[in-house]
């Protein structure tokens, strides 16, 4: 499960991708709009931009846009940034990992070989995810929620 950041995090850029293209957005809006308390999203903000993801302005006409298209933006990349190390088990965190306290033999260890195979292929989804998919999922449950009709009586 990821935290509360990177939930924040994955709604301020779907919020940028879907308002602020040429402009830049204030926090303020951002926060407003997407329910996310402004001090907490300023850290996410800023920790987006040190990313590479996000460009600032301050000043006059001030706020974030996004630095690269939506389509060059990917899940991997956000929750990297935002999470670190994308693993379920701490033992699978990176290629660094050591054996950890509730298993006897690391090497032989099952659920650091399930858990191991499992993240690998949710980073290989999220490295084929991108904002711009993000987006259109939006916009289909949108039109989905569009043609739903109210029957009631």
Same mark, same amino acid.
Do not use: Y
């Given at each position: 499960m990821f935290s509360m950041k990177t939930v924040y995090g994955l709604k301020a850029l779907q919020y940028l991708a879907m308002h602020g293209a040429g402009r830049h957005v204030l926090i303020s809006e951002i926060a407003e709009k997407e329910g996310i308390p402004k001090k907490f999203l300023e850290t996410i903000l800023l920790t987006l931009k040190n990313d590479g993801l996000l460009i600032s302005k301050i000043g006059k006409g001030g706020g974030y846009q996004l630095a690269v298209a939506p389509s060059e933006v990917t899940m991997e990349h956000i929750i990297r940034a935002l999470e670190g190390p994308v693993a379920l088990v701490p033992c699978v965190a990176d290629e660094n990992s050591s054996k950890c306290d509730y298993c006897d033999d690391f090497a032989t260890c099952g659920v650091r070989l399930s858990m191991t195979r %499992? =993240?690998? #292929?949710? %980073? !290989?989804? +999220?490295? &084929? =995810? =991108?904002?711009? *998919? +993000?987006?259109? !999922?939006? *916009? /289909?449950a949108v &039109? $989905? #929620? /569009? $043609? %739903?009709?109210n029957y009631v009586i």
């Open positions: %499992i =993240t690998e #292929k949710l %980073i !290989d989804v +999220m490295s &084929q =995810t =991108t904002l711009a *998919d +993000m987006l259109e !999922d939006v *916009d /289909r &039109q $989905n #929620k /569009r $043609n %739903i009709h």
